[in-house]
């Protein structure tokens, strides 16, 4: 009795097993025939367009009705398999236009097209991925070894900065040492000065003194002299008394007012003036020598492949598109109107010039391009708090300081930023290419055609996320 009873439990917990396993979970394919709770499915058909669980799945290998049905292992895209236009598995890729497509394609807009099964294009693309997984462990490799390069530097860098420091500071506290040994020269020199004149200034002040203690007693003799009563007596001694009062005196004495050192006031003050212009003619050819010796430079794409690794997928904003632009293909394309466009009120809206920006604010590295045509259209990058309304600068693209723009026209170029216009030299070109390094602070416009030729870069400071945006004037303007 005690075996027939885990015989019927080890059943009971395989059939609960087997049973948990065929329901499906989480991110399991369910079948599309069950009812109530969902089986997981283990196949799909690429006719019927639907998942089977097992027991679902029998009448297409027992009926002879579903043997032309093509089964796949369970998928929960099939209508990514189907074609759109006649519900038929894709089985055949086009070369010409680069898309899987169904054998009535092949009859009918892709008639006379250079195609093969799904499978021999496959194939052929398996080749290319080899080479691109390649080419990307290429770069791969190139870029381990450009971040070792960059890490060896950080040190280098520090030492190298470090040392610097230290020699900057031993240099400056010997030229402190220099000028406090000026100060005490200057000051000894002033001092030794000041005694010189001193000493010899009390020596005349008593001299002074003595000359005036004699010149007060013979003050007094004449006094007496002049109250006497005798006659001939006052004769006598008046005709021997000295009739000049300066004789037998020393000469006069003046006071020099160089004693009051003002001018070596004036001799500091000039030399300060002139050490301050040294050292601020010197500090800023210091500043320049340490920029122009930067160890990094910034890593810029090369090649139109490496570029592209950074594209970026654009919509343009009707919120801030003025009323002579109409947008269409999913926000992708604007094209200037005569006619005004019934846009609601918006506060980020253009009033005035027939500009948009995109809905994305970009602080990283972002490529993109742009094909347009017609009469010229501006091509650029803004903050989002350049001005919306009126005709003034602070509104328009490249005219103030929170934007920069290309503005191309059939046979030219010209950029702008705060007003201010650079001629740009290079090919025509329907297609333009921007490269923005939102960090590193770079922005740089390419002609794209057969070839990808540089137009201008910049090199600044980016405080906030930059908004692409465009100017148009009669013309149209597509985002690639």
């Not at 870029?143 to 040392?163: D, M, N």
């Not at 004449?222 to 021997?240: A, G, I, V, Y």
């Not at 010209?414 to 602070?441: C, M, Q």
Request: proline share 3%; hydrophobic share 30%; aromatic share 8%.
């Amino acid at each position: 009795m005690l075996a027939e009873v885990v015989d019927k439990l080890k059943k009971t917990e395989l059939q609960a097993g087997t049973s948990a396993d065929r329901y499906a979970g989480p991110g399991n394919v369910v079948c599309d025939v069950c009812t109530g709770r969902k089986r997981k499915a283990v196949k799909s058909c690429l006719v019927c367009l639907a998942s089977y669980c097992k027991n679902h799945l029998k009448p297409h290998y027992e009926s002879p009705a579903f043997k032309k049905h093509k089964l796949i292992d369970a998928t929960g895209y099939l209508q990514d398999k189907v074609c759109s236009h006649h519900d038929k598995p894709l089985e055949v890729y086009c070369r010409t236009d680069q898309q899987c497509i169904c054998y009535l394609c092949t009859m009918d807009e892709h008639r006379g097209h250079d195609t093969v099964s799904a499978a021999a294009g496959r194939e052929e693309m398996q080749k290319r991925l080899r080479e691109t997984k390649r080419e990307f462990q290429q770069r791969i490799q190139r870029r381990e070894k450009e971040l070792q390069e960059l890490r060896e530097a950080v040190g280098s860098i520090t030492s190298s900065a470090q040392s610097a420091v230290q020699d900057s500071e031993k240099i400056f506290t010997e030229m402190i040492r220099s000028i406090e040994r000026r100060r005490s020269e200057v000051t000894k020199l002033i001092r030794d000065q000041e005694k010189a004149a001193v000493s010899q200034t009390e020596g005349h002040m008593e001299r002074l003194e003595q000359e005036i203690d004699e010149l007060k007693r013979r003050h007094s003799e004449l006094e007496q002299l002049s109250h006497t009563e005798d006659h001939s007596h006052f004769l006598q001694r008046f005709l021997h008394f000295p009739v000049i009062p300066e004789a037998g005196f020393g000469p006069r004495i003046s006071v020099n007012p160089c004693y009051y050192f003002g001018n070596v006031t004036n001799a500091v003050v000039k030399l300060k003036e002139q050490l301050e212009n040294v050292c601020k003619t010197k500090t800023a050819e210091i500043s320049e020598t340490v920029t122009k010796d930067a160890v990094l430079q910034v890593l810029v794409p090369r090649t139109r492949a490496e570029i592209l690794l950074y594209s970026c997928r654009l919509t343009l904003d009707p919120n801030t598109a003025n009323r002579n632009l109409h947008l269409s293909e999913g926000n992708r394309v604007v094209t200037s109107k005569m006619e005004r466009q019934s846009y609601p009120d918006h506060q980020e809206r253009f009033e005035s010039w027939t500009q948009v920006l995109c809905t994305e604010g970009l602080t990283r590295r972002c490529y993109w391009e742009v094909e347009w045509s017609g009469t010229g259209v501006g091509v650029g990058v803004t903050f989002k708090g350049m001005s919306r309304n009126g005709w003034g600068n602070d509104s328009a693209l490249g005219y103030n300081d929170k934007s920069w723009c290309l503005y191309c026209r059939t046979f030219s170029y010209s950029f702008w930023h705060n007003n201010e216009r650079t001629v740009v030299s290079g090919p025509p070109s329907s297609r333009i290419g921007v490269y923005l390094d939102h960090k590193a602070g770079i922005l740089s416009f390419y002609s794209v055609s057969d070839t990808m030729t540089f137009l201008h870069r910049i090199q600044t400071t980016f405080t906030e996320p930059l908004y692409p945006g465009f100017y148009l004037f009669d013309s149209t303007a597509k985002l690639c």
